[in-house]
């Protein structure tokens, strides 16, 4: 099994940046860890994908967050991060880490307990 734990979150002003990160550990046969992303939900709305990055290194972005939010991955430590620039109060949610990885048994995703972050005026 892969456990995910996210760090980072915090409160920040609208147009300030932060940081976050997600360290994967497991245990038994894991082969690889796979597509590793953020999502976020906000209160009274449903989970959505922030950002994913595959094993080549290709990314993908919400819409909302193009050109503000870059994620990146550390392979040798197994984590993925975050950097968010240019924060806007609609970014304001629970962030969470999720990854999908491989075993004996099949592929499987897991998910992060999550990070509030919470953007003010």
């Known amino acids: 099994q892969v456990q995910l734990k996210e760090s980072g979150g915090g409160l920040v002003q609208t147009g300030g940046s932060l940081k976050l990160s997600c360290a994967a550990s497991g245990s038994g046969s894991i082969f690889s860890l796979n597509t590793m992303g953020w999502y976020r939900q906000a209160p009274g709305k449903q989970r959505e994908l922030v950002a994913v990055?595959?094993?080549?290194?290709?990314?993908t972005y919400a819409d909302s967050v193009k050109g503000r939010f870059a994620i990146s991955r550390e392979y040798g430590k197994n984590m993925v991060h975050l950097q968010m620039n240019s924060l806007k109060l609609e970014d304001t949610a629970v962030y969470y880490c999720?990854?999908?990885?491989?075993?004996?048994?099949?592929?499987?995703?897991?998910w992060g307990q999550g990070t509030q972050v919470t953007v003010s005026s």
């Open positions: 990055i595959v094993t080549g290194g290709d990314t």
């Open positions: 999720n990854a999908d990885y491989s075993t004996r048994s099949g592929d499987l995703t897991t």
